[in-house]
């Protein structure tokens, strides 16, 4: 039997999520609230959410946090920004390759400060490997 990589409350929080931000991301403009308008707003918007998607996943890893992890969910959840925003024009709103590149900004942040978190922690104690608790 293969040891499980995911802790499965987890995984379905991270999966919900995601869900939840590309379905938001397909509500017709119109129904949106116009507060959301701001400029930069929407940027921002795309940086925290994808970057929630991503503190998620990286919470429901079993194990250990690793250069190989990064690199994985790095394309995985850059892949799920770059169909959210290819389909959107199948619901009369715009795809933008600016808003993806705000999705990618927000995946990187998270997946550097864990990086930087989980090498900082092995510097201070070599022989500990950070790993979540399931």
């Not at 690199?71 to 925003?85: K, P, R, Y």
């Not at 930087?116 to 950070?130: C, M």
Request: hydrophobic share 55%; proline share 4%; with cysteine.
């Amino acid at each position: 039997m293969t040891k499980a990589i995911f802790n499965i409350k987890r995984l379905v929080a991270a999966v919900a999520a995601t869900a939840t931000v590309v379905l938001v991301t397909h509500l017709p403009q119109e129904i949106m609230p116009d507060r959301l308008e701001v400029s930069g707003l929407d940027k921002l918007e795309h940086i925290v959410a994808y970057g929630v998607i991503t503190l998620l996943f990286i919470l429901s890893l079993k194990n250990s946090f690793s250069l190989f992890s990064v690199v994985i969910l790095f394309f995985a959840i850059s892949a799920v920004g770059a169909v959210d925003e290819l389909t959107q024009p199948l619901v009369n709103r715009v795809a933008s390759p600016i808003d993806w590149l705000a999705d990618i900004i927000g995946i990187v942040i998270l997946l550097l400060t864990c990086l930087l978190y989980a090498s900082s922690k092995s510097r201070a104690s070599p022989n500990v490997e950070i790993k979540n608790k399931s």
